[in-house]
């Protein structure tokens, strides 16, 4: 009964930590961050640590650093 007991207990902790660190997620600053609920849109969150549903909730990071392209413009007058 010991082993049952002390494997039960190791079980129920597994499942909570999992719970606990699947609902935590941290977002650059050079990004953005779409929550999806069953593949469809529920929110924009911000930079720093986010929480969501774990399990149920999906993530979608989008990058939003602004990129420079150097471009030449030949005019003709």
Do not use: C, H
């Amino acid at each position: 009964m010991d082993l049952i007991s002390l494997f039960g207990t190791l079980l129920l902790v597994f499942f909570g930590m999992s719970i606990l660190f699947g609902s935590m997620f941290t977002v650059s600053q050079t990004e953005r961050a779409l929550i999806e609920r069953n593949s469809r849109f529920l929110r924009v969150t911000g930079r720093g640590l986010q929480f969501k549903v774990p399990f149920i909730d999906g993530i979608r990071r989008i990058n939003t650093q602004i990129q420079q392209y150097d471009v030449k413009v030949e005019t003709k007058t």
